[in-house]
């Protein structure tokens, strides 16, 4: 049956592993009953979930990953996946197919990666909701001339980035690849 929506903000701990993934995602699936993003957002923590579990020190012995879930009633849901830190790979994709934080890109109105090697990654989704504003401003016909392009390099909140030393996070939301440096 399913819920009214309502604002929660709420955080489940994890163990690092591939049944505690599944366990997240029927976390965030229970909360989301009736929002018309729950599938979207579902999809989007297996990926950030599998990812911490596969690709991130959370995957060592004894590791954790955190999922935190906000909601905003009439305008956006947020999913957010912590994890342990270690370093971050840029896998090349020759299938060309989308696979983890592509298809976040996908789902996502906006996500993003924010954290470090040391103390953690923090990956995070906003779905917008139908009807929404930020919802409706995406699909505005002025929506195109709001972005920016140069060539100079990549760009990150329209601040010009760069690598760090450590090959820093890619953010590949859906301007293309993106480092926070």
Not at 70 to 85: A, L, N, S
Not at 98 to 124: E, K, N, R, T
Not at 125 to 152: N, Y
Request: with cysteine; net charge negative.
């Amino acid at each position: 049956m399913a819920q009214a929506q309502r604002a929660l903000a709420v955080t489940a701990d994890f163990r690092a592993s591939a049944d505690q993934v599944r366990r997240a995602r029927n976390f965030v699936g229970r909360l989301l009953d009736g929002w018309p993003v729950a599938d979207d957002a579902v999809l989007c923590v297996s990926e950030l979930a599998s990812n911490s579990v596969l690709h991130s020190a959370s995957g060592e012995t004894g590791g954790t990953f955190s999922v935190q879930l906000k909601t905003v009633p009439g305008e956006y849901v947020r999913v957010e996946v912590r994890d342990q830190g270690g370093s971050w790979v840029q896998r090349d994709q020759h299938d060309e197919r989308p696979h983890g934080l592509d298809i976040v890109g996908l789902l996502a109105a906006d996500f993003g990666v924010d954290g470090d090697a040391q103390g953690g990654w923090i990956v995070w989704a906003r779905l917008d909701l139908p009807g929404s504003r930020a919802g409706r401003a995406a699909r505005s016909p002025d929506r195109g001339r709001e972005q920016s392009v140069t060539e100079s390099g990549p760009a990150v909140n329209g601040r010009a980035a760069r690598p760090d030393s450590a090959g820093g996070p890619a953010d590949s939301s859906r301007g293309g690849l993106l480092w926070r440096g």
